[in-house]
């Protein structure tokens, strides 16, 4: 079946420590997503990609990376030099156009500072 | 900034009964979805509405969309405990462009009792 795949389900971070966030998806969508979720807010977007090696910064980018080497992926770095990066990520995905498509969703990253 | 935002923030009802949220926005859209998550997943798209659509059903879903107001209404009918998630509204605001980006509101919260 076709989807979107996010791992891990859980990370931790130490202080200082850069990781990365896996996204993966066999729905031959062309654009990506990646959001942000704190508890009693919404989603904020991080960055977004429309076509492989091209992504654009979305409202809170800052401390954050990501790379588009394949249509399937697009992996999302939390460095050190983001301040607060304990939150709920979740990854997207949809197909490119006039944007009269739903977004389809992976599980998401549920990412902890210790 | 925020472009959707949902009313209310929480609703709670017994099984059988219609759960309706509201969703509010700011500017001009091409098109307005609602989506459901569950505690701790990732988000599910439940029905999409374009702009020039004043309403769209979805088995026990309805959805109104009046561009005047600028405001949106999800019911639920006969809900069922299963029914228990967030809602959130989401606006593409794309304005011709090939990529769509979605605002998310902060969500309500629906609580179902047997």
């Known amino acids: 079946d076709g989807g979107i795949t996010q791992s891990p389900k859980y990370l931790f971070r130490k202080e200082g420590q850069n990781v990365t966030l896996s996204c993966e998806q066999n729905?031959?969508?062309?654009?990506m997503y990646w959001y942000r979720q704190d508890p009693g807010q919404g989603l904020r977007l991080i960055y977004y990609?429309?076509?492989?090696?091209?992504?654009q910064k979305g409202d809170i980018a800052e401390g954050y990376s990501v790379s588009r080497e394949k249509k399937e992926s697009f992996p999302l770095t939390v460095t050190s030099a983001q301040k607060n990066p304990t939150a709920f990520y979740l990854c997207?995905?949809?197909?490119?156009?006039?944007?009269?498509?739903?977004?389809?969703f992976g599980s998401g990253t549920r990412l902890t500072v210790v | 900034s925020q472009q959707g935002e949902e009313d209310p923030q929480a609703l709670s009802i017994q099984e059988g009964e219609n759960a309706t949220m509201n969703c509010s926005y700011k500017t001009s859209i091409n098109n307005l979805q609602w989506y459901r998550q569950n505690s701790g997943r990732g988000l599910v798209h439940l029905i999409l509405i374009r702009s020039n659509e004043r309403e769209k059903h979805s088995g026990r879903l309805r959805v109104t969309l009046d561009t005047s107001k600028k405001s949106s209404s999800l019911l639920i009918t006969a809900s069922r405990a299963a029914d228990t998630a967030s809602y959130f509204c989401a606006t593409d605001m794309n304005r011709g462009s090939t990529l769509g980006r979605l605002y998310f509101g902060r969500g309500t919260q629906l609580t179902v009792w047997p």
């Open positions: 997207a995905s949809t197909h490119a156009g006039t944007g009269n498509y739903g977004y389809t």
């Open positions: 990609s429309q076509i492989v090696n091209d992504f």
């Open positions: 729905l031959n969508h062309d654009a």
